[in-house]
């Protein structure tokens, strides 16, 4: 009887009770030609159902199941039958299950199904005695773990697969990688859980050591930069993670130590152990998180450390609330001006001060260049005002003046000064300040001698600066002062000089916004047509004018 008749002659009644299974069918295997096993399970239990076929694959011998129902055909019974014989689509590996289903065979597979047992398998060793690369495979997808495994068979079965698949040759091509890493990954899987089941042991750890080992191999050997060795890499990463994150804080601890140690004996970089800690932290107390951290800062090259790996340290420190552990033992690179800001700037907050002046110092004799050191300036400023040691302070307001100059800093200084011969002195010195054009500080010169002019009022020697946006900018606090001063010049200067400038063109949107705004509030619709018969005989002149002028309408 074939297996959709026996389905038709269940009672109705089994039938419905199997239908209420058939999600609950799992791993149905066909452990030989015909014979098929799964597990169905019903409610708190699982039931083992043996269902055979006869030699066609098409009829039913005999099924067994063992429930406690005496029903001949049971409901765990059906459920398997109606998977084995469920759908065209639906999936199928073996042979039988797509002839069942009705599937095309492909022409490998009806030739293997007649096919004697002995003759494929005299076949296949004299296949793989010939291919080392599909012996390897075929052995480590069929053998099960032995449950012994040490990191020297780790090392043997990578030097193993890498010779399978390149024979002689010194160096891995690119291309030879997929099938490597098939290899490779097939020994891997079936290792792992007893490799895992180490962790937290000196055992555990020279494992995984040697399958970090075995990827750092394949790197020395490949003649080409390949991703798909830090794809594998960051595959095993994930899968130790994954697993740690499971353990308790002691084991996850111990292993970290251990690895720690144990790179750091090979000369080689701790950025897996950074890495490892960072995904387990959730499981670490943070006495343990912080001694992890510790050891790592005491043994890794500080100087290999790029500003953003440092960066990204501090910033986890911080986050984690381990900064006060742990800021004795962090990197302090002169020349990381970011980094060390905020490493400071934490420092304050613990109360650190004398620390704090003493590293800002030692930075600003290590910087080529005395504008990166404006923001240990600072820091120094602040932190001796809070002293109450004034002139200290003024010492370094005085150094970020003259490299960051603004009104409001001037007058700052000058008003905490305490002579007048010390102020004329200051305010002499800051009058003599030229203004530059192509210099860093144009802008910052330009709003401090603006702001000086205007004390005095001074109004024509602004006016005589007002020659492009930059200055337009600046001028703006005052330009209802400039238009008092001389209305004819300042409209000229507008409309003439601003306009020619090459800074112009890059800002012409917010310029014209600007010109249309001021001109409109402060001139008439005539005086500006003056000024456009005058002086404007360019056509890009007469347009921007004639834009203006339709504002008036």
Known sequence: MTIKETLKKAPANITKAASSLQNNVRECEEISRG????????????????????ESGLKLDHYNCDCSDKNTLCAHVVAVLTFMNRG????????TLKKLRKKKLSPTEELLDTIDNIQLRTWILEELNLNKELNLKFFNHFSSPT?????????????????????????????????????????????????LNEIGTEQGMLMVDAIFGFYGLIESKVKKSSSRIGTQFNKFVEKLSAYLQTCEAEKV??????????LKQNGKGLNIVL??????????TKDAHASLLKLYLNNVSKNDLTEPEIMQLLLYVIQHDLFTELHSDLPYTLFYNECNILFLNQLQLLGETDKVISMCEKSIKGNYHEVYSIPYYQILVNLYQQRSMPNEAMIYRKKIFAYSPSYLLYQEIYND??????KESFRKEVLGRGIRRDSADYALVLDLKFGLWAETEDWGKI????????????????LKYLFLFDEALLLKKLLIEIHSSYSYRDNFDDILEFLKRFITKYYTKDQVSQMDKRNFTSYSSRNIINMILNEFD
Request: proline share 3%.
């Open 463 to 478: 006016l005589d600066k007002l020659v492009d946006y930059i200055s337009l900018l600046k001028a703006e606090p005052y």
């Open 417 to 422: 000064l305490t002579t007048n011969s010390q």
């Open 275 to 284: 890495s490892l800690i960072y995904k387990t932290a959730p499981v670490l």
């Open 147 to 195: 449950g012994k495994i040490s990191a020297e068979e780790i090392n043997n079965q990578g030097a193993a697969c890498i010779q399978a698949v390149i024979g002689k040759k010194k160096y891995i091509e690119p291309v030879q990688l997929k099938a490597l890493f098939e290899v490779w990954q097939k020994y891997l899987d079936t290792q792992m859980p007893t490799i």
């Open 88 to 95: 065209e689509k639906s999936a199928a590996t073996s042979t």
């Open 35 to 54: 014979q098929f096993s799964a597990f169905v399970d019903d409610g708190k239990e699982s039931y083992d159902v043996g269902i055979q076929l006869d």
């Open 253 to 262: 601890f111990s292993f970290l130590q251990q690895f720690t140690l144990r």
